[in-house]
């Protein structure tokens, strides 16, 4: 049987992924197991899917100052001593990494190992811990072509994303019955990333006595976020983070308002599900939330608003206007090409296995 360790952390995106290409990778006998940081929301997430988890110190990296980008260097060159040494101890036939600061140390681990390392990028455009490893990984697969010219030395293919297949499987009944929605109204799925947005959160509960008027409304809200005093609000359904439950609730929206990761836009995109997308802005972001949004409206999959734009009177009106015009933008996703991204992903894996 061969091994494959697989790394990413920081967030449920660039962990997810990660999950959607095990099940395949079994199938055809690769052990999976998985190096990820002590604290980080990928650990939890792993561990729920009795995957082998070994915990690493990890250094976040940063493009602003702080005091701890003076410390956290030091964690990371722990981190990269840690990974060569359990890299060297499993000697994994393949290491693979969906990006995010805990996966660098991994992957310079990997290549002092001089195991072959396949890196994926969602973005249109490479996160700052993708640039720092790409010189060590063997091959970066990517979701989008425009991110090929920015990847250097010949290294990347286009991929697509890889999608959950699970997500594809969901249950409106059972979304429903878990929301305790007394009323057939249609649904508003609010995603505002695992971590939650405190922008979007705020602006849906200002507004929730208008849109409950109309719609069912589901929020996935990020750890902490559940405000108390809504919780026996009629019609409203809010949840710090879902993880079995996901694909039923997918499927029961009509509408979806969303942050513009590529992993949930994609999703989306594979759903066929209106949706209105608030990347974010500059001031708290490289900006690839942009760059992705841009593309899906481009496209016509998406409505996009940008933050900054964004306001009490232009959220409701666009709502009412994707919830009028819904149809188009699902003909227009039917006509998408999307890349099969797990079995592209999977076949690069199986090709540089040593």
């Not at 956290?72 to 499993?90: A, T």
Request: aromatic residues 8%.
């Amino acid at each position: 049987m061969k091994k494959i360790i697989m790394t990413g952390g920081g967030s449920a995106g660039h962990v997810t992924p990660n999950l959607a290409l095990v099940p395949e990778l079994k199938k055809i006998g690769y052990e999976v197991e998985y190096i990820g940081s002590k604290n980080g929301i990928e650990k939890q997430i792993i561990e729920s899917q009795n995957i082998k988890y070994y915990p690493i110190s990890s250094g976040k990296l940063r493009r602003y100052f702080d005091l701890k980008n003076f410390s956290d260097p030091f964690k990371v060159l722990k981190g990269i001593f840690q990974s060569f040494s359990i890299l060297r101890r499993e000697k994994p036939n393949i290491v693979f990494s969906k990006g995010g600061f805990v996966s660098v140390p991994v992957i310079i681990g990997a290549h002092l190992n001089k195991i072959p390392v396949i890196t994926h990028e969602s973005d249109m455009t490479p996160g700052l811990a993708n640039r720092i490893s790409a010189p060590y990984c063997t091959k970066v697969c990517v979701t989008f072509p425009e991110s090929i010219k920015h990847i250097k030395g010949d290294k990347a293919i286009l991929t697509g994303t890889p999608i959950r297949t699970e997500i594809l499987k969901g249950n409106r009944e059972k979304a429903i019955k878990l929301c305790k929605f007394k009323e057939n109204k249609p649904i508003i799925l609010i995603i505002g990333g695992s971590l939650g947005s405190k922008f979007i959160n705020e602006l849906i509960r200002e507004n929730l006595e208008e849109l409950t008027n109309k719609f069912n409304i589901i929020h996935i809200c990020g750890k902490s976020n559940i405000d108390n005093s809504l919780k026996n609000k009629h019609g409203y359904a809010q949840f710090e983070y879902v993880s079995e439950e996901l694909p039923d609730i997918m499927k029961s929206a009509d509408l979806v308002i969303s942050r513009a990761g590529a992993n949930v836009i994609f999703e989306l995109l594979a759903l066929k599900k209106p949706n209105i997308l608030i990347p974010l802005s500059k001031k708290s972001s490289r900006g690839d939330q942009i760059l992705n949004a841009a593309s899906f409206k481009k496209s016509g999959y998406s409505v996009v608003i940008q933050e900054e734009d964004l306001n009490n009177k232009i959220l409701l009106s666009k709502i009412y206007e994707l919830y009028k015009n819904s149809n188009k933008y699902i003909e227009n996703m039917n006509k998408s090409d999307g890349k099969d991204g797990v079995l592209n992903i999977v076949n690069i894996i199986k090709k540089y296995s040593k």
